[in-house]
């Protein structure tokens, strides 16, 4: 909200936001596409939390999931491949007033972009990340990703992926500051919808981790989860989200965890049979750096010109200081 | 031949000091790192600008930031050049060198940096190690720059230091600093004052032994050196600042309004950045330190997306890892100031050393086609204005505008007029007025390419940047021939740009048998050196360049009413006299290979990449061959 020119800010409250008006352009993505799912999801949050279209920016890098700002009918930021997280920050450093959104596949967060998803949970802007983890590179076409799982053949792994799958979510749980992580799949939308909006609600930078199909490369990434919903462990915390009671009777396993205790988190998160769902950790009290980089004054020229003069008499040289000079 | 330090002191203590009046001299400080010869080099220039002289300092670093002790290549120090008149560049080789040891003074005279017959104050307390090995070699290396006609005053800087102090290599240079107050009648008062700035948080007790020092230094040059030297100073009749490139780019960051510096540590760009951080936050700016140079320049790109255009501060290296940034800045014409401030290259280089070589991958840098605009500042007051005058063109042209300093600037010191502040400088506050129905993200102008662009928070403006090929209304493009369009529009923005500027100035006739060009740090060495030869009668005349992409009109006539036009500039070029060089295979400095493209005009080029700034007595001769 700095150097904004404060008569035309726009007015939040003026009018309500219907569900449509969230609509960008129409979704190229493959039919069964798991990021249509995340889409409906998001644009249901910004309608129920009546975010101004104009006041809310996604930002993406590049991959299927990168589309996801052209799809949304707000502003948008559709970058390069792995740098959507500083480009995020950049957005959000001088605009307070802002909603930031950031849209990842795996390759993207966890390949490319890792320096700045180390970074970005260490600095701890208040904005919502999502990782569409499908455990593949769709958009360059059927690639192992540090996701996909070992033994598995994809273009550039003809004879199996040798190397074991990175744990986005113990990665995440391990970095100084980290605030807010949960994981959710995308085919139970109820909770997608629950865990995004208490996302949006946290103080600070709020990690998603969203499992998702990718019908064209992946068709049968998830079977074992999707046949077995015991296999999905849905966490059981009194600040937790609450499933409707149709999705209940379908996902039976609950494991009780306290989401303010770290320890339990890279535990949970460890979990190798079974899928943690829900929100692994929150805490509300690690200082943000939009707070802590908050100015202490705004851009006036008057001060401008108070601290440049500061400055030309710190160098200065002026007349009278000459008067003895030379021969 | 040579004589010891006894000898030394008596023979200059029977004479009586002759004062010599001279228009100028180059006075070098070196010693080990963290011996203070830079700080003592500095105060010296500043206290000689205060004076009223024309002063250009260049700091002396070694790659290292503690490299082994009395090393030919530690050398760390200041070279201070003084002047009746203004001054414009470092000069040539120095008249007067103090050094604290023999080391570095042979790595810095196996450079070429001493003038024939140069004057040496030589720290001798070496003469009197425990270990035999220092001793030998100190003598070694004295007795060969007195064999060579150096004129070699030893002098045990040590024992003179400890009479007034008790760790006399504290403060040794501040010892020298008064030896060289007497030596160069420098008003003492001055003096005084730079020294009570300099150790002002160190407190009163460490600011009165530095004073004892500088009288120290000063008297025991009174009583034991005949040198004395008057350097006619015109006085400062109008308020002035002196300070270095880097220092005039963080205030011109401030200047120019802009809010958001990302950055992420690279020498020799870091200490803009350092000054800026001081400074910043009271003006409501952010610098803000990325964990890489990708994300310094997305996270400016995002700011500037959000809100006003910001900047990154880099050198050659980190532009190259910026490079796919730059190329989204252009395509989603987004604006964005970048500086690079160059160093010696290519890979890791000569990261302390000045070179002009990015010229080319400025420009060209970016994979497919992408305007943007490169300039680069001659001097330090230019590195100020370049970064305000860059600001207003990104903004108006939603442009990428690359500015070329270089590690001459960046670590220079020159005086310049002080900025009087205009308000017209600063950004305009980011405006957030609803934009008319139907607004296009892209509404490019048929003949200029010009838009203008809508900041998130803007009614009827809601669009998604893309670094897809994309139409007007922002829609990634599907249909051939959005790309061509686009691809123009862009284009053509460079020319409506470039129909801005003006023609360069010649110094000295519009025609004649020879024409330099330069551009960037270059300006003074080569004016001087021009202006020497058209002492002696020499046709030759020169131009620099301001605005490398897109470049002025009028400069092919310009060049084609001399015989020969040649540039000069601190690149690599290939030498015809190497044997299997040729015109067909010859690779041209980097401005000569863009003049020859553009202009189909035969221009020659004389450039170097020994990491030093041109000095002007070499261009000089060189212009003096060429004319023969």
């Known amino acids: 909200m700095f150097g904004l020119k404060s008569e035309s800010v726009l007015k939040l409250d003026q009018e309500y936001h219907e569900l449509d008006e969230y609509q960008g352009k129409e979704s190229r993505w493959c039919p069964g596409c798991g990021d249509n799912g995340i889409l409906a999801a998001t644009q249901r949050l910004c309608r129920d939390e009546q975010l101004a279209p104009e006041k809310t920016v996604f930002v993406s890098g590049i991959g299927c999931a990168a589309r996801f700002p052209h799809y949304m009918g707000t502003y948008g930021f559709h970058g390069l491949h792995g740098r959507a997280l500083p480009v995020a920050q950049g957005v959000k450093i001088r605009r307070p007033d802002l909603d930031v959104f950031v849209n990842m596949g795996d390759g993207d967060c966890c390949s490319i972009g890792t320096a700045h998803w180390i970074h970005a949970i260490r ?186 003069n500061r400055s030309f008499d710190r160098f200065g040289i002026f007349p009278s200081t000459s008067s003895k000079a030379g021969d | ?352 050393k000045v070179e002009q070589g990015d010229l080319l991958s400025a420009i060209f840098g970016v994979p497919g086609d992408a305007p943007k605009i490169v300039m680069a500042p001659a001097t330090i007051e230019d590195c100020f204005y370049s970064v305000i005058t860059a600001r207003k063109i990104a903004e108006t042209f939603r442009s990428l505008v690359v500015i070329l300093s270089d590690a001459n600037l960046a670590t220079g010191q020159q005086a310049f007029l002080r900025p009087e502040f205009r308000e017209e400088w600063l950004a305009p506050p980011i405006d957030q007025s609803p934009l008319p129905v139907g607004h296009k993200p892209y509404a490019w102008d048929e003949k200029t390419g010009m838009s203008s662009r809508a900041i998130p928070g803007q009614l009827n403006g809601l669009y998604t940047l893309t670094g897809l090929a994309h139409t007007g209304s922002g829609a990634v493009a599907y249909e051939s021939g959005v790309n061509q369009e686009s691809s123009r529009y862009r284009s053509l923005k460079l020319a409506a740009f470039q129909k801005t500027l003006k023609t360069p100035e010649v110094v000295g006739d519009p025609e004649g048998d020879l024409l330099i060009v330069g551009w960037g740090s270059t300006k003074g060495a080569i004016e001087e050196a021009v202006m020497r030869a058209r002492k002696d009668g020499l046709k030759v005349s020169s131009m620099h360049l301001t605005f490398l992409q897109p470049m002025a009109s009028g400069i092919r006539e310009i060049m084609q009413k001399f015989k020969k036009v040649m540039t000069v500039e601190i690149n690599y070029s290939d030498d015809l006299a190497d044997e299997i060089i040729d015109e067909d295979n010859r690779r041209y400095a980097n401005l000569a290979f863009l003049l020859r493209a553009r202009y189909l005009i035969d221009v020659d080029c004389w450039s170097n990449v020994h990491g030093q700034p041109m000095k002007p007595g070499a261009i000089e001769k060189m212009i003096r061959s060429r004319l023969k």
Not at chain 1, 129 to 153: C, E, F, W
Not at chain 1, 289 to 297: K, S, V
Not at chain 2, 303 to 309: M, Q, T
Not at chain 2, 321 to 348: C, D, F, W, Y
Request: with cysteine.
């Open chain 2, 1 to 352: 031949m040579h004589s010891t330090l006894s000898q030394t002191a008596k023979a200059e203590k029977s004479m009586s000091a002759t004062i010599q009046k001279i228009d100028e001299h180059v006075v070098e400080i070196i010693s080990d790192s963290g011996e203070g010869a830079q700080t003592a080099g500095q105060m010296f220039g500043t206290v000689s600008a205060k004076m009223g002289n024309g002063v250009w300092t260049v700091e002396i670093i070694p790659a290292e930031i503690e490299p082994p002790a009395r090393s030919t290549a530690g050398a760390s120090g200041n070279r201070i050049r003084i002047g009746a008149e203004n001054i414009t560049n470092a000069g040539d080789e120095a008249d007067l060198v103090v050094s604290f040891n023999d080391q570095v003074l042979l790595g810095r005279e196996a450079a070429g940096e001493f003038k024939p017959g140069a004057t040496i104050l030589l720290e001798s307390k070496w003469r009197e190690e425990r270990e035999p090995e220092i001793v030998s070699v100190y003598i070694e290396a004295h007795d060969r720059l007195v064999a060579k006609g150096y004129r070699v005053v030893e002098i045990n800087m040590e024992e003179e230091c400890r009479k007034v102090v008790d760790n006399p290599q504290r403060g040794k240079n501040i010892f020298v600093v008064g030896i060289l107050s007497c030596l160069y009648s420098r008003d003492l008062d001055i003096v005084r004052q730079e020294i009570s700035k300099k150790f002002k948080k160190k407190g009163e007790k460490v600011i009165q032994s530095n004073l004892d020092l500088l009288d120290a230094g000063y008297q025991w040059a009174e009583a034991n050196l005949e040198i004395r030297y008057v350097i006619p100073a015109p006085g400062v009749s109008q308020a002035q600042v002196v300070m270095n490139g880097n220092t005039a780019v963080a205030l011109g960051t401030v200047a120019s309004g802009m809010d958001v510096c990302a950055m992420y540590p690279i020498t020799p760009a870091t200490s803009a950045s350092h000054y800026l951080s001081e400074i910043f936050e009271d003006v409501g700016g952010v610098v803000h330190q990325a964990e890489d140079e990708i994300a310094a320049c997305a996270f400016a790109l995002g700011a500037s997306y959000a809100g006003k255009c910001a900047i990154t501060i880099t050198s050659g290296p980190g532009m190259a890892l910026k490079t796919e940034l730059m190329g989204l800045s252009v395509m989603a014409e987004i604006p964005l100031v970048m500086v690079n401030v160059q160093r010696g290259g290519p890979s890791t280089g000569l990261p302390t």
């Open chain 1, 123 to 308: 600095t701890n802007m208040k904005m919502v990340v999502m990782l569409h983890d499908n455990n593949i590179y769709g958009l360059t076409k059927n690639q192992a990703s540090p996701t996909t799982p070992q033994g598995r053949i994809t273009s550039t792994t003809p004879y199996g992926n040798l190397l074991k799958a990175m744990n986005p979510l113990t990665v995440t749980l391990g970095v100084t500051n980290v605030s807010f992580v949960a994981q959710v799949v995308e085919w139970i939308p109820d909770l997608l919808y629950k865990v995004l909006r208490e996302a949006y609600n946290h103080k600070g930078l709020a990690f998603v981790r969203i499992l998702q199909r990718c019908p064209h490369f992946m068709p049968t990434a998830w079977d074992q989860l999707l046949s077995n919903p015991d296999k999905i462990a849905v966490m059981d915390s009194p600040d937790g989200v609450q499933l409707s009671d149709a999705t209940a009777k379908i996902y039976k396993t609950r494991v009780a965890h306290d989401s303010s205790d770290l320890n339990a988190a890279r535990q949970v998160a460890s979990l190798e049979d079974e899928v943690p769902v829900g929100i692994l950790y929150r805490n509300e009290m690690v200082p943000t750096y939009d707070e802590l980089r908050r100015p202490q004054r705004l851009p006036e020229p008057e001060l401008t010109e108070e601290i440049l």
